[in-house]
């Protein structure tokens, strides 16, 4: 092989290799982009169901609503993802703000309630959140009494009762 002929062969590694790092660093950020997008749509679903539930609530409150919708999506029962246990319909519209055409209307309140969905689903990805409601599922305002409460309760707050 001649010498022109391994310098070509050389160079022509060279580029592909350089070419191949660049290709797959495009797809990283792809990846990233669209990992953040749902992150994001999944962040919202968390922060307006906590906000609809929640709003005139402690944090601590809105945080507990944060912590059952987690929960749920760790149960074997419901979906996997926030978005779809706020819109699941299996046994009954659980979350009817979903449907009824609900809009925030307290922008300061949704932001300061978004803050803490964020933080929320952060140490929830992380792995390293804490429960607040003991593992609860299912949750109730203090002011109804719905045929299923007969269940242990597992916390209370001022606006909620959660079960297991």
Known sequence: MSLINKL??????????????????ILALLLASSTAKANNTQVTCLAKA????????KPTEQINVGNAI???????????????????????IQFPWYYDGSSVRDY???KQIEKRAQDL???Y???????????????????????????KVSVNDSLHRYYK
């Open 121 to 123: 689903y952060s140490t």
């Open 70 to 92: 987690l929960n749920r999506t760790e149960h074997d029962k419901f979906p996997k993802t926030i978005c779809k246990v706020v819109s699941d319909r299996k046994h009954a």
């Open 8 to 25: 070509y062969d050389y160079y022509r590694d060279k580029m592909m290799k350089k070419l191949i790092t660049f290709l797959f660093a």
């Open 108 to 110: 300061k309140t949704y």
């Open 125 to 151: 990805v992380a792995g390293s959140r804490t429960d607040t409601t003991n593992g609860a599922v299912f949750f109730h305002a203090k002011t109804i009494n719905p045929r299923w409460s007969y269940r």
């Open 50 to 57: 906590m906000y609809f539930e929640a709003r005139g609530g």
